[in-house]
């Protein structure tokens, strides 16, 4: 059967699961944690609570982070997650998060995805609150029209990068080898050394021939470490030369 790539964003989580996946990847929430949640699909689903469900805590922490860790962002996972989400405030918040990180020109397709009028971030009340505030600053001229306030930027909502990259080994991984599709396979296959070439490609959401490459990387990395413990002692050196065979190291005399 031939090799087909699932869809990047998968079904939202149940509350308390999504709340789990959120504090994984850095944002400060009372729950346990899920150092294995997928980084794109959380900041999706995470804005689907902030801009269908009104949740402006939630959307105000997910800004922050953005923020924060943008640069440690898959965009091209990202693109994928919301050109496939079917709400048009999720994604005209995505637009306006392109146009504030303009400068970061791998988010710029976002802002593509959205091809309408402005969009108020409140249900009601946001025309008279910009007037007497203001506009937040980040989202200025998009396709997001925010009061200055309504959004609270308070960097201690979320998780520094080194503390992230010990919670998280996909976003460590991205630290190492850039926020790439080779960190999210080098990922998977870290969790699943034996999972196959279509697997890995799968669950990192990317092609086969990608995966495949990374695959092999992987595993003649871990060759190389199994014939460097064969080669070597208990104590972790190498072992000492076998009794009756002349030390290649000593001249005879």
């Known amino acids: 059967m031939a090799f087909s790539r699932a869809t990047a964003l998968g079904d939202r989580p149940e509350d308390a699961g999504l709340t789990r996946d959120m504090v994984g990847i850095g944002m400060r929430f009372a729950a346990e944690s899920n150092p294995r949640a997928s980084i794109e699909e959380t900041l999706v689903h995470a804005s689907t609570l902030g801009m269908e469900e009104h949740d402006l805590r939630v959307l105000a922490v997910l800004t922050t982070w953005l923020g924060i860790h943008h640069g440690n962002v898959n965009a091209d996972r990202l693109v994928r997650c919301v050109s496939e989400h079917a ?20 988010f710029a397709r976002l802002g593509k995805l959205h091809d309408g009028s402005a ?93 495949w490459q990374v695959a092999q990387d992987f595993r003649l990395l871990r060759r190389a470490a199994r014939d460097s413990e064969s080669s070597a002692g208990p104590s972790g050196t190498p072992e000492p030369p076998v009794p009756g065979r002349a030390d290649p190291g000593r001249r005879r005399s």
């Open 87 to 106: 709400s048009e405030r999720v994604r005209a918040y995505w637009a306006a998060v392109g146009s504030w990180l303009a400068k970061d020109r791998r």
């Open 119 to 211: 969009i108020d971030l409140l249900p009601v009340g946001t025309e008279f609150q910009i007037g007497r505030r203001g506009e937040d600053e980040r989202f200025t001229g998009s396709a997001l029209r925010v009061p200055a306030g309504t959004l609270r930027e308070r960097e201690g909502d979320v998780l520094p990068p080194e503390a992230l990259v010990n919670r998280h080994a996909g976003y460590r991984n991205r630290v190492q080898m850039g926020p790439t599709w080779r960190a999210d396979v080098w990922t998977v296959l870290e969790e699943q050394p034996n999972a196959s070439v279509a697997e890995a490609a799968r669950r990192a959401g990317c092609s086969f021939a990608t995966a």
